[in-house]
């Protein structure tokens, strides 16, 4: 009988440990995109599509990109159009770091390597931003020779976050002080149409509106 019960209580005591490591393994597998720290606490969120890693005052701080209206209101299509054109002089997001990292949520070319995703450089032009004809013309060649290399398009390194659905995108150069525009290759087809973030390279400008930083991410979200 003594047996019988030790030998019990050992089925139990290991049944409870299976158990207890199994838990232990899918958590450890099941990363969520708030585990993910990219640098002094701050932690990826679990909205929006693409983030900009900035610094502001030796702080770090992640300023949300959004498509911007664009200079005309029918409608945007990449693959329509022979330019790219924004309302306005200046985008509203100002970076202060000229070699920049940003995070895009979803696809963007291979887990590790090029991304579908290129850098153009804007002209100021009156009340508008746009790419230049041989900005245009560059962005196609990109997307034939993507090793290349071009002074108005920047190509994008880019590595997988994990396990998860991000990705961190490098340029491939530092960039300098102006108007930039964050813009999917024509033959990607990871994007929607009209799916083009606008930025600018800006070491005075004042702070972001609304950046997400360690402490108020933890407390807030």
């Known amino acids: 009988m003594q047996a019988h019960r030790t030998l019990s209580l050992a089925l139990i005591l290991g049944y409870g440990s299976l158990a207890i490591s199994h838990g232990q393994t899918s958590s450890q597998q099941s990363v969520s995109s ?10 990826l969120p679990t909205y929006g599509h ?9 702080i770090q701080e992640l300023v949300r990109l959004r498509p911007p209206d664009t200079a005309d209101d029918s409608g945007f299509s990449l693959k329509l159009r022979r330019t790219i054109e924004f309302k306005g002089e200046a985008a509203q997001v100002r970076v202060h770091d000229g070699a920049p990292q940003f995070f895009l949520r979803g696809v963007s070319g291979s887990d590790n390597g090029r991304s579908d ?3 153009v450089r804007l002209t ?16 196609k060649q990109q997307g034939k020779h993507g090793d290349s290399q071009y002074p108005d398009v920047i190509g994008i390194k880019q590595q997988r976050v994990g396990t998860t659905d ?6 491939r150069q530092v960039l300098t002080p102006g108007e ?4 999917p290759l024509p033959s990607s087809p990871g994007f929607a149409e009209g799916e083009i973030f606008d930025f ?5 400008a004042p702070e972001n509106s609304d950046p997400l930083r360690s402490e108020q991410y933890r407390g807030a979200e």
């Not at 693409?50 to 030796?58: E, I, M, N, S, Y």
């Not at 930039?180 to 813009?183: E, F, M, P, S």
């Not at 600018?200 to 005075?204: K, L």
């Open 34 to 43: 708030d585990d993910i720290s990219v640098g002094e606490g701050l932690q």
């Open 50 to 58: 693409v983030w900009a890693l900035d610094t502001w005052k030796g």
């Open 117 to 119: 995703l290129v850098v």
């Open 124 to 139: 100021i032009e009156g009340e508008r931003r746009t790419a230049t004809k041989d900005a245009m013309a560059q962005l």
């Open 166 to 171: 991000w990705y961190r995108l490098s340029p």
């Open 180 to 183: 930039y525009a964050l813009v």
């Open 200 to 204: 600018a390279i800006d070491p005075e």
